[in-house]
């Protein structure tokens, strides 16, 4: 069967779900979208200028989406906070709709891709781990670039995270009820790769690759 390549990714921080698109986006040739970075500017030039979180959603710049500071965890736990406002999810949703609807296709990870963004998509990922795996990830991610924590403060704070995303009332993080769970707690980068194109050639997805 040949459909429109439109995958979606889901799932909390930490849990592969974003090098696993990017790894999916190259394979078949697609651009991707991580809607998290979206969150994450709103968040971060909230904190910096007092702005509204709103009025910052609707105007977002490129520049906004390319400061370093994004990847940082005072980013995404702001992200987090601005993700709970209705308003800045309804602002944001149609640019991440008409890029999911680009004629090529398109791969977008985050947290309500399969359920509010893209529900039509062919291919839906729901990408999990253990909070353990996660924390220890995320523990070794700081950890390389030199950033002074322990394990104990990344894993309350991810707690913290998982628990504000899944608790909200708009588009909280859950699983589309057609999402293939795909847990990567024992897996690595290239097996998480390997059974997600497993999946898709299990169910007959035929995507044209280059
Ligand atoms: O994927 P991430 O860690 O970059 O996301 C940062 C935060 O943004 C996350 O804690 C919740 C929010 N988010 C969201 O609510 N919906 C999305 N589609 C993506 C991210």
Redo the contacts with the bound molecule.
């Keep these: 069967m040949t459909h429109k390549p439109v995958i979606a990714i889901?799932g909390p921080?930490g849990a592969g779900?974003?090098t696993l698109a990017r790894r999916l986006a190259e394979h078949f040739g697609l651009p991707h979208l991580?809607?998290?970075?979206?969150?994450?500017a709103v968040g971060l030039k909230a904190e910096r200028t007092g702005r509204s979180p709103v009025e910052i959603a609707g105007c977002l710049d490129p520049s906004d989406l390319a400061d370093p500071d994004l990847r940082t965890d005072v980013a995404?736990q702001a992200?987090?906070k601005v993700?709970a406002i209705p308003e800045v999810?309804a602002t944001l949703l149609d640019f991440q709709r008409k890029f999911a609807a680009q004629a090529t296709g398109a791969v977008l990870?985050?947290?309500?891709?399969g359920t509010v963004?893209c529900p039509h998509a062919p291919v839906k990922l729901f990408v999990t781990a253990s909070a353990e795996a996660r924390a220890e990830r995320r523990y070794r991610e700081l950890r390389a670039k030199g950033v002074d924590t322990i394990k104990p403060r990344v894993l309350a704070e991810m707690a913290e995270?998982d628990r504000?995303?899944s608790e909200r009332a708009a588009?909280p993080?859950k699983a589309a009820p057609d999402a293939y769970h795909l847990d990567t707690s024992d897996m690595d980068a290239d097996a998480a790769f390997a059974a997600a194109l497993a999946f898709m050639e299990s169910k007959g997805f035929r995507f044209s690759g280059p």
């Design positions: 889901d921080a779900k974003g991580d809607t998290g970075l979206l969150y994450r995404g992200a987090s993700a999810r990870d985050g947290r309500d891709v963004i995270r504000r995303d588009a993080l």
